[in-house]
């Protein structure tokens, strides 16, 4: 079956931009996370939408927003880009949280310059 | 505060060695602790949770409560081994997706 997919793989953005990734979990998952790796803070949770819903919700600035939609199919948002938001964004599925395996996505990688 | 400490940024070892990756954490409660591994150019992995006491890859490890530790260990370390870890933990009976994840260990094999 297909893995998680993300997209877009790559891009650029400009400081004071917004952007939207987006996340297709396994068929059948409905829990689908984001996490944000960084070389200096290594993979931070984001958050965690089950059933359209936000489960769980780590400490990032309202900046960072998402969301869920009835096919489980996710999209993640950040508004007014800082250059400290140069990342990789990595979605995770599984079928309905850390009960079950979680599979990760391979990233999105976003540079704000 | 919850939190995964892996004190290792890099081991390295030779093949045939046995190999120890360290984990501790802190967590009131009853965390559940895995260890994910990511080979390069491949996306993250689940290597092994500490509830199901499986043996993969010829890894294994076991959770210390007392210690609050989750090392990682295999006995013989083969050059295909050479990847990044990361231990992480979750709240034990919540079934959430929210993982939290120590900073990683990168183990190298050399021949």
């Known amino acids: 079956k297909a893995g998680v997919t993300q997209t877009p793989r790559y891009l650029i953005k400009t400081r004071g931009q917004q952007v939207t990734l987006s996340c297709s979990p396994i068929s059948g998952h409905r829990s689908v996370s984001w996490y944000q790796q960084t070389p200096g803070q290594g993979l931070q949770f984001l958050f965690e939408?089950?059933?359209?819903?936000?489960?769980n919700k780590g400490n990032f600035p309202g900046r960072f927003s998402g969301r869920q939609f009835s096919n489980s199919r996710s999209e993640m948002n950040v508004s007014t880009l800082e250059l400290g938001d140069s990342a990789l964004y990595l979605c995770?599925?599984?079928?309905?949280?850390?009960?079950?395996?979680?599979?990760f996505g391979e990233g999105s990688w976003l540079t704000v310059v | 505060a919850q939190r995964v400490t892996q004190p290792e940024k890099l081991l390295s070892v030779f093949k045939g060695a046995p190999v120890e990756l360290k984990c501790n954490y802190s967590?009131?409660?009853?965390?559940?602790l895995f260890w994910y591994v990511q080979y390069s150019r491949q996306r993250l992995q689940l290597l092994l949770r500490?509830?199901s006491r499986e043996s993969i890859k010829g890894f294994t490890a076991d959770l210390n409560k007392g210690e609050t530790s989750f090392h990682l260990k295999k006995p013989f370390a083969q050059e295909e081994d050479s990847a990044m870890y990361y231990c992480?933990?979750?709240?034990?009976?919540?079934?959430?997706?929210?993982?939290?994840f120590g900073q990683g260990t990168t183990l190298q094999v050399k021949p």
């Open positions: 992480a933990l979750t709240h034990g009976s919540s079934n959430t997706g929210k993982l939290i």
């Open positions: 967590y009131s409660g009853s965390p559940e």
């Open positions: 995770a599925s599984s079928l309905q949280g850390s009960g079950n395996t979680i599979y």
């Open positions: 939408y089950f059933s359209e819903t936000q489960r």
């Open positions: 500490h509830i």
